[in-house]
Protein backbone atom coordinates (compact mmCIF):
# COMPACT_ATOMS: atom_id res chain seq x y z
CA UNK A 1 0.00 0.00 0.00
CA UNK A 2 1.38 3.54 -0.68
CA UNK A 3 2.31 5.63 2.40
CA UNK A 4 3.80 9.29 2.38
CA UNK A 5 5.84 10.30 5.48
CA UNK A 6 6.69 13.40 6.76
CA UNK A 7 8.38 13.35 9.93
CA UNK A 8 9.05 16.77 10.84
CA UNK A 9 5.78 18.04 12.61
CA UNK A 10 7.02 21.91 13.07
CA UNK A 11 10.07 23.84 11.61
CA UNK A 12 11.29 27.11 11.98
CA UNK A 13 13.19 29.13 9.95
CA UNK A 14 14.01 32.72 9.61
CA UNK A 15 12.97 35.13 7.07
CA UNK A 16 15.25 35.85 3.52
CA UNK A 17 16.81 31.94 4.59
CA UNK A 18 16.03 28.96 2.65
CA UNK A 19 14.32 25.64 4.48
CA UNK A 20 13.83 22.09 3.65
CA UNK A 21 10.75 20.03 4.80
CA UNK A 22 11.28 16.59 4.20
CA UNK A 23 8.74 13.68 2.66
CA UNK A 24 8.98 10.04 2.60
CA UNK A 25 7.40 7.36 0.21
CA UNK A 26 6.69 4.23 -0.90
CA UNK A 27 4.69 2.45 -3.39
CA UNK A 28 4.95 -0.02 -5.47
CA UNK A 29 3.44 1.42 -8.74
CA UNK A 30 5.93 2.46 -11.31
CA UNK A 31 4.14 5.16 -12.44
CA UNK A 32 3.00 7.67 -9.65
CA UNK A 33 3.12 11.64 -8.85
CA UNK A 34 4.48 13.73 -6.04
CA UNK A 35 2.49 16.74 -5.16
CA UNK A 36 3.42 19.64 -2.55
CA UNK A 37 0.36 22.05 -1.12
CA UNK A 38 0.45 24.94 1.02
CA UNK A 39 -2.54 25.45 3.05
CA UNK A 40 -2.60 28.57 4.80
CA UNK A 41 -5.09 29.09 8.10
CA UNK A 42 -7.63 29.64 5.88
CA UNK A 43 -8.04 26.08 5.22
CA UNK A 44 -7.35 26.02 1.33
CA UNK A 45 -5.11 23.88 -0.15
CA UNK A 46 -2.71 25.82 -2.73
CA UNK A 47 -0.75 23.73 -4.82
CA UNK A 48 2.73 24.41 -5.07
CA UNK A 49 4.78 21.85 -6.87
CA UNK A 50 4.98 18.23 -8.71
CA UNK A 51 7.32 16.21 -9.59
CA UNK A 52 6.52 12.56 -11.65
CA UNK A 53 8.02 9.64 -11.07
CA UNK A 54 9.77 9.52 -14.62
CA UNK A 55 11.04 12.88 -14.55
CA UNK A 56 14.73 12.95 -14.79
CA UNK A 57 15.18 16.71 -13.36
CA UNK A 58 14.11 18.16 -10.00
CA UNK A 59 10.78 20.17 -10.65
CA UNK A 60 11.01 23.97 -9.66
CA UNK A 61 8.69 26.71 -9.71
CA UNK A 62 10.07 29.87 -8.65
CA UNK A 63 11.16 30.01 -5.29
CA UNK A 64 10.36 26.47 -4.43
CA UNK A 65 11.93 22.90 -5.48
CA UNK A 66 11.44 19.57 -5.38
CA UNK A 67 14.69 17.69 -4.30
CA UNK A 68 13.44 14.42 -5.92
CA UNK A 69 15.71 10.82 -4.95
CA UNK A 70 13.97 8.22 -6.48
CA UNK A 71 16.35 5.55 -4.93
CA UNK A 72 15.54 7.00 -1.42
CA UNK A 73 12.09 7.39 -1.99
CA UNK A 74 12.32 10.76 -0.97
CA UNK A 75 11.12 13.75 -2.37
CA UNK A 76 11.81 16.80 -0.03
CA UNK A 77 10.57 20.69 -0.72
CA UNK A 78 12.94 23.31 -0.82
CA UNK A 79 11.61 27.13 -0.13
CA UNK A 80 13.97 29.65 -1.21
CA UNK A 81 14.21 33.41 0.32
CA UNK A 82 11.61 32.44 3.02
CA UNK A 83 9.10 34.98 3.23
CA UNK A 84 6.70 35.69 6.44
CA UNK A 85 3.39 34.64 3.97
CA UNK A 86 5.27 31.21 3.46
CA UNK A 87 4.45 30.34 7.11
CA UNK A 88 1.87 27.96 7.07
CA UNK A 89 0.92 23.96 7.20
CA UNK A 90 2.72 22.45 4.00
CA UNK A 91 1.22 18.73 2.93
CA UNK A 92 3.31 16.33 0.63
CA UNK A 93 1.05 14.05 -1.76
CA UNK A 94 1.46 11.10 -3.60
CA UNK A 95 -1.36 9.95 -6.19
CA UNK A 96 -1.10 6.38 -8.07
CA UNK A 97 -1.67 6.34 -11.59
CA UNK A 98 -4.79 5.24 -12.76
CA UNK A 99 -5.20 2.44 -15.39
CA UNK A 100 -3.64 -0.42 -13.20
CA UNK A 101 -7.32 -0.16 -11.10
CA UNK A 102 -5.87 2.72 -9.15
CA UNK A 103 -8.48 5.54 -9.23
CA UNK A 104 -5.66 8.64 -8.79
CA UNK A 105 -6.95 9.79 -5.81
CA UNK A 106 -4.21 11.55 -3.51
CA UNK A 107 -2.52 10.00 -0.26
CA UNK A 108 -1.39 13.02 2.19
CA UNK A 109 1.67 12.91 4.90
CA UNK A 110 0.78 14.13 8.43
CA UNK A 111 1.72 17.42 7.43
CA UNK A 112 4.76 19.86 9.10
CA UNK A 113 4.25 23.58 10.06
CA UNK A 114 6.29 26.37 8.96
CA UNK A 115 6.81 29.57 10.98
CA UNK A 116 8.78 32.14 9.24
CA UNK A 117 10.38 34.58 11.85
CA UNK A 118 11.23 38.27 10.81
CA UNK B 1 -5.73 26.74 -13.12
CA UNK B 2 -9.11 25.29 -12.56
CA UNK B 3 -11.91 26.57 -10.30
CA UNK B 4 -13.69 24.12 -7.84
CA UNK B 5 -16.28 25.70 -5.39
CA UNK B 6 -18.04 24.44 -2.27
CA UNK B 7 -21.03 25.42 -0.31
CA UNK B 8 -21.26 26.49 2.12
CA UNK B 9 -17.96 27.73 3.87
CA UNK B 10 -19.13 26.84 6.69
CA UNK B 11 -22.30 25.32 8.70
CA UNK B 12 -23.65 24.98 12.44
CA UNK B 13 -25.89 22.62 13.09
CA UNK B 14 -27.99 21.13 16.14
CA UNK B 15 -27.02 17.33 16.66
CA UNK B 16 -29.26 15.44 15.03
CA UNK B 17 -30.13 17.16 11.69
CA UNK B 18 -28.66 16.67 8.40
CA UNK B 19 -26.27 19.01 6.32
CA UNK B 20 -25.56 18.73 2.90
CA UNK B 21 -22.37 20.23 1.45
CA UNK B 22 -21.96 20.61 -2.49
CA UNK B 23 -18.81 20.87 -4.43
CA UNK B 24 -18.88 22.45 -7.77
CA UNK B 25 -15.75 22.04 -10.75
CA UNK B 26 -17.33 25.80 -12.43
CA UNK B 27 -14.77 25.48 -15.88
CA UNK B 28 -14.57 21.51 -15.93
CA UNK B 29 -16.18 18.87 -15.96
CA UNK B 30 -15.23 16.36 -13.38
CA UNK B 31 -16.34 12.47 -13.83
CA UNK B 32 -14.64 11.82 -10.33
CA UNK B 33 -14.28 14.05 -7.28
CA UNK B 34 -13.20 13.42 -3.82
CA UNK B 35 -13.93 14.25 -0.58
CA UNK B 36 -11.42 14.69 2.31
CA UNK B 37 -11.83 15.28 5.75
CA UNK B 38 -10.04 17.43 8.58
CA UNK B 39 -9.20 17.56 11.66
CA UNK B 40 -7.36 20.71 13.12
CA UNK B 41 -3.88 20.69 12.79
CA UNK B 42 -3.74 17.36 11.14
CA UNK B 43 -3.62 15.87 7.56
CA UNK B 44 -6.56 15.55 4.72
CA UNK B 45 -7.96 11.78 5.04
CA UNK B 46 -9.66 10.25 2.11
CA UNK B 47 -13.09 9.77 2.88
CA UNK B 48 -14.67 8.76 -0.56
CA UNK B 49 -14.27 8.96 -4.20
CA UNK B 50 -16.91 10.41 -6.00
CA UNK B 51 -18.13 8.69 -9.47
CA UNK B 52 -20.40 10.67 -11.71
CA UNK B 53 -23.91 8.32 -12.58
CA UNK B 54 -22.92 5.80 -10.41
CA UNK B 55 -21.92 5.07 -6.43
CA UNK B 56 -19.38 6.49 -4.39
CA UNK B 57 -16.20 4.37 -3.33
CA UNK B 58 -15.84 5.18 -0.09
CA UNK B 59 -12.34 4.48 2.25
CA UNK B 60 -11.79 1.67 4.95
CA UNK B 61 -13.68 2.89 8.31
CA UNK B 62 -16.12 5.78 6.76
CA UNK B 63 -19.77 4.81 7.12
CA UNK B 64 -21.71 4.99 3.79
CA UNK B 65 -25.06 5.42 5.62
CA UNK B 66 -23.50 8.96 7.49
CA UNK B 67 -21.78 10.02 4.83
CA UNK B 68 -24.19 10.04 1.52
CA UNK B 69 -22.25 10.94 -0.99
CA UNK B 70 -24.45 11.91 -5.21
CA UNK B 71 -22.55 12.64 -7.72
CA UNK B 72 -25.89 13.57 -10.60
CA UNK B 73 -23.98 15.83 -12.97
CA UNK B 74 -20.25 16.45 -14.15
CA UNK B 75 -20.08 19.77 -12.59
CA UNK B 76 -21.36 18.87 -9.49
CA UNK B 77 -21.27 16.32 -6.16
CA UNK B 78 -22.56 16.63 -2.70
CA UNK B 79 -21.80 15.31 0.84
CA UNK B 80 -24.74 14.74 3.10
CA UNK B 81 -23.71 14.15 6.80
CA UNK B 82 -26.92 12.31 7.95
CA UNK B 83 -27.94 12.82 11.82
CA UNK B 84 -24.56 15.09 13.02
CA UNK B 85 -23.13 14.64 15.85
CA UNK B 86 -20.65 16.82 17.77
CA UNK B 87 -17.99 14.49 16.47
CA UNK B 88 -18.46 15.10 12.63
CA UNK B 89 -17.79 18.32 13.09
CA UNK B 90 -14.36 18.57 11.07
CA UNK B 91 -13.12 20.46 7.95
CA UNK B 92 -14.80 18.86 4.85
CA UNK B 93 -12.98 19.02 1.63
CA UNK B 94 -13.38 18.49 -2.09
CA UNK B 95 -11.71 18.20 -4.80
CA UNK B 96 -11.51 17.28 -8.83
CA UNK B 97 -9.49 16.65 -11.95
CA UNK B 98 -10.51 17.88 -15.38
CA UNK B 99 -11.62 14.66 -17.98
CA UNK B 100 -8.83 13.03 -19.94
CA UNK B 101 -6.17 12.81 -16.93
CA UNK B 102 -6.20 9.50 -16.17
CA UNK B 103 -2.58 9.39 -14.93
CA UNK B 104 -0.71 10.45 -12.59
CA UNK B 105 0.40 13.04 -14.15
CA UNK B 106 -2.03 16.05 -13.44
CA UNK B 107 -3.24 18.08 -10.64
CA UNK B 108 -6.35 18.03 -8.44
CA UNK B 109 -7.89 21.09 -7.86
CA UNK B 110 -9.30 21.86 -4.10
CA UNK B 111 -12.45 23.69 -2.96
CA UNK B 112 -12.18 25.95 -0.33
CA UNK B 113 -13.55 23.89 2.43
CA UNK B 114 -16.70 23.40 4.39
CA UNK B 115 -16.24 24.03 8.27
CA UNK B 116 -19.15 22.02 10.17
CA UNK B 117 -19.73 22.69 13.47
CA UNK B 118 -22.30 20.68 15.36
CA UNK B 119 -23.57 21.68 18.43
Known amino acids: AQKITQTQPGMFVQEKEAVTLDCTYDTSDPSYGLFWYKQPSSGEMIFLIYQGSYDQQNATEGRYSLNFQKARKSANLVISASQLGDSAMYFC???????????????FGQGTTLQVKP | GAVVSQHPSWVICKSGTSVKIECRSLDFQATTMFWYRQFPKQSLMLMAT?????????EQGVEKDKFLINHASLTLSTLTVTSAHPEDSSFYICSASPPGTSNSYNEQFFGPGTRLTVL
Open chain 2, 50 to 58: SNEGSKATY
Open chain 1, 93 to 107: AMREGVGSGNTGKLI
